[in-house]
């Protein structure tokens, strides 16, 4: 950045959360003022960067994006109610913000003249699919409430491109995990119930047979994404996997992890496997996984 010249002011809705604060952090560093829009119902204060500027709204209350969306040049839009369990227990809430949060903030950043929105996307909106990888080309195959909320969220991004020529981007995450997950509640990953598990000196649950299988990408990988993102050539709605390119079965993960396990029934819901094709990744973003999931998983359970 050039002396006299004002940092560039990008917006992070759920800034407060898990993947959220990771990006806040990483966009400090490169010299971004950065305003984080957080209802604090799951986010915490205390993942909070003080560099940060905090506007507590709700995507929910369009007028309450307005002012964090002044003079802002990107919004990265990782805010949303996930995981599968909660869309099926409570599909009209999450509805509500996974989809009209969306168009909420696509609207405010349009009146707003905001140059780019970069959306965080869902793997889940394959489903299952007759061949690994999945590749972004497939058509969707949504299972469950929480993957057509995000599926809806990805066409209002390509929508609000052709009509209103605001540059957007969607990035389809894999399984992310990594520090700050959720350990309890709605937003919980295999990986962090195994983890609290453990702790808490239980048996690890698995669902069905545990062969089922898992992309799992660290939420440091997915930060850089969403960095190049903001600057890449092409912003034309467009999906682009964001994963390790490798899976894993829920039973190495337990066994990464260790201890007894127990079996249950299978959930609802579910993909079956999933596998990111990272071909645009790479070709549109230069963007390559550098974490190794196995050793991530190992040094999270020594913790």
């Known amino acids: 950045m050039s002396e006299g010249r004002s940092p560039r002011t990008v917006v992070v809705t759920g800034g407060a959360g898990f993947i959220g604060s990771h990006l806040v952090e990483a966009l400090i560093a490169k010299g971004l003022r950065v305003r984080v829009v957080d209802n604090l119902a799951t986010g915490r204060r205390e993942y909070l960067h003080p560099a940060a500027e905090l506007v507590v709204a709700d995507i929910r209350d369009p007028k309450s994006l307005l002012p964090a969306f002044n003079n802002a040049e990107c919004v990265f839009h990782t805010a949303a109610m996930p995981r599968v369990m909660l869309s099926i227990e409570r599909p009209v809430e999450t509805h509500i913000v996974n989809v009209v949060g969306t168009l909420n903030v696509l609207v405010a950043a349009r009146d707003c003249r905001v140059r780019r929105v970069i959306y965080s996307g869902s793997s889940s909106v394959y489903g299952n699919q007759p061949v690994l990888p999945l590749t972004e080309a497939m058509a969707p195959n949504p299972l469950n409430p929480y993957a057509l909320q995000k599926l809806t969220g990805e066409h209002y991004m390509r929508i609000f491109h052709r009509l209103f020529g605001l540059e957007t981007l969607v990035l389809r995450y894999f399984n992310v995990f990594g520090p700050r997950m959720a350990t309890e509640g709605a937003y919980v990953t295999v990986i962090s119930v195994?983890?609290?598990?453990?702790?808490?000196?239980?048996?690890?649950?698995?669902?069905?047979?545990?062969?089922?299988?898992?992309?799992?990408?660290?939420?440091?990988?997915?930060?850089?994404?969403?960095?190049?993102?903001?600057?890449?050539?092409?912003?034309?709605?467009?999906?682009?996997?964001?994963?390790?390119?490798?899976?894993?079965?829920?039973?190495?993960?337990?066994?990464?992890?260790?201890?007894?396990?127990?079996?249950?029934?299978?959930?609802?819901?579910?993909?079956?496997?999933?596998?990111?094709?990272?071909?645009?990744?790479?070709?549109?973003?230069?963007?390559?996984?550098?974490?190794?999931?196995?050793?991530?998983?190992?040094?999270?359970?020594?913790?």
């Open 194 to 303: 195994f983890l609290r598990q453990k702790r808490a000196g239980e048996p690890l649950t698995i669902h069905g047979d545990g062969t089922q299988t898992r992309d799992f990408t660290h939420v440091s990988d997915v930060v850089r994404a969403n960095i190049l993102a903001m600057d890449s050539k092409v912003a034309d709605g467009r999906a682009i996997n964001i994963g390790r390119g490798r899976n894993l079965s829920v039973n190495r993960v337990a066994e990464l992890v260790g201890g007894s396990t127990i079996h249950v029934a299978p959930r609802p819901g579910d993909a079956r496997d999933t596998l990111a094709d990272l071909t645009q990744a790479r070709e549109i973003l230069g963007w390559e996984p550098q974490i190794e999931t196995e050793e991530a998983i190992r040094a999270m359970a020594r913790e």
